[in-house]
């Protein structure tokens, strides 16, 4: 038995929002009840206690778009003119990192990105994977670094035809695999998606085999959708559609698959992704740094499209994607009065709504009978804070870093900003001459 108290529990459930000196108990992994601290800890006598110290007690954030592989770009030399649009950004960087990942590297890369999640209060991830020098196993290695540190993943490979035949066929094999490992296991902690590059890497042909596959498997796809005008203007090209249109036509879509980005998207695209209930995922600070645009987003929610939230690899935080999602439909549209409500609504409503549905559990919430993945920040509230205000506290008020204790199935990953489930300096520094390493075959 578990009990997490002494903070403000911060549920957003319509009964309970917000519960003064509250405490979450926890009992095999689960949620057992949530109510008032002396209460609980009178009750339940000699379970373990996890002092929250005043602070905020907030279900585990969910990142529903990442990339764990894009961990030792931070600082490398590109040796080369600095991109300027999209299409630079990946022939210049991306697309010659992922070449030279070996296995090491990608267990060593998703390690250190997982420990900057559980850092940042992040419990769940969706990533999507690219390492075409390794493609076999390559899931199975950031499945095992993930099982180490605790945290949930929900991953996939991305398939594309920008290396040939030959590594777009291990693309395919090694979703499958992992997708037939994740269902054989039924293990609370994994899932699966079937990953696609983008419309732009995808030939008919190759496309047709992976939807194909992934429907065989009944998994759902994970691909990104319109990110640049580039993607956009090469499908109506070559295929005379627009991309929304051919993922759909090729039966990519539908309400178990995730369609990361769809910058550029007409209002007859946000209808097919209305029609299909894909979850769009928002990342705004990935697509600021690209300079691909401003994802209408606000236009999406409002047409009953899911749109979630993601950070792209650019970082681990949720909390500041959260600030910078509503910072940047402000400018985009000067209005300051706009995206005040659909960032909460894409990181807590949204993001749990499609974890909780890809898991079976329900993920995101602190209710009763659900995952115990829970957060502890540090918060003094300098003004009042209220069921009716606890949105704004959380916006100007936290960032990933004041996460003080993570909690992933029951299990205390970190307690105090201490890694408790490995030798996280040791990781760390194994990551970084791992990096020295591929900084030289770049
Ligand atoms: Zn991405």
């Known amino acids: 038995m578990l009990l997490i108290g002494n903070g403000c529990v911060i549920t957003r459930e319509p009964q309970n929002p917000m519960i003064e000196s509250g405490c979450v108990a926890i009992n095999s992994g689960r949620i057992v009840e949530i109510d008032d601290t002396t209460m609980l800890r ?163 042909d190759l496309l047709r085999r992976s939807a194909e596959q992934a429907a065989e498997l009944g998994a759902g796809c994970h691909i990104h959708t319109s990110e640049a005008l580039s993607d956009a203007d090469d499908c109506r090209r070559r295929y005379g ?96 009065s706009v995206a005040w409500a659909e960032p909460h609504e894409m990181l807590f409503g949204q993001n749990a709504a499609f974890a909780s549905a890809c898991y079976g559990e329900t993920l995101g919430r602190l209710v009763p009978g659900a995952p115990a993945d829970v957060i502890v920040l540090d918060y003094e509230p300098p003004t009042p804070l209220t069921a009716d205000n606890l949105g704004a506290h959380i916006l100007f008020g936290c960032m990933g870093r004041a996460v003080r204790t993570t909690v992933v199935n029951g299990r205390v990953l970190m307690q105090d900003r201490q890694i408790l489930v490995a030798d996280s300096a040791k990781i760390t520094a194994a990551a970084r001459q791992q990096a020295t390493k591929l900084w030289q075959r770049f």
């Open 42 to 204: 009178g009750k339940y006598h000699g379970a373990t206690f996890v002092d929250a110290a005043g602070g905020l007690i907030m279900p585990g954030l969910i990142n529903t778009h990442m990339h764990f592989y894009s961990s030792f770009a931070r600082g490398m030399d590109l040796k080369a003119q600095s991109p300027q649009e999209f299409g630079q950004i990946l022939e210049r960087l991306w697309w010659r990192l992922d070449k030279v990942l070996k296995s090491e590297d990608v267990y060593y890369s998703a390690a250190v990105a997982m420990l900057d999640c559980i850092r940042n209060g992040v419990t769940t991830v969706f990533d999507h994977h690219a390492s075409p020098g390794c493609v076999e196993g390559s899931l199975f290695q950031v499945a095992d670094a993930a099982k180490q540190l605790g945290l949930r993943t929900c991953l996939c490979y991305e398939v594309s035809d920008r290396d040939g035949e030959v590594v777009a066929a291990q693309g395919i094999a090694e979703n499958a695999a992992y997708i037939r490992d994740c269902q054989q296991a039924n293990d609370p902690m994994r899932r699966a998606l079937f990953g696609l590059h983008a419309s732009f890497t995808l030939n008919d």
């Open 241 to 336: 559609k627009r991309v929304v249109e051919r993922l759909r036509d090729f039966g990519v879509l539908g309400p178990s698959s995730i369609a990361a980005h769809c910058v550029h998207v007409d209002p007859y695209e946000m209808e097919i992704l209305q029609q299909q209930q894909s979850l769009v995922v928002h990342n705004p600070e990935s697509n600021m740094g690209n300079a691909v645009g401003c994802a209408p987003v606000l236009a999406m929610l409002r047409q009953g499209v899911r749109v979630g939230l993601g950070t792209d690899g650019y970082t681990a935080d949720m909390l500041e994607s959260l600030k910078v999602a509503n910072l940047l439909h402000k400018h985009a549209q000067r209005d300051a």
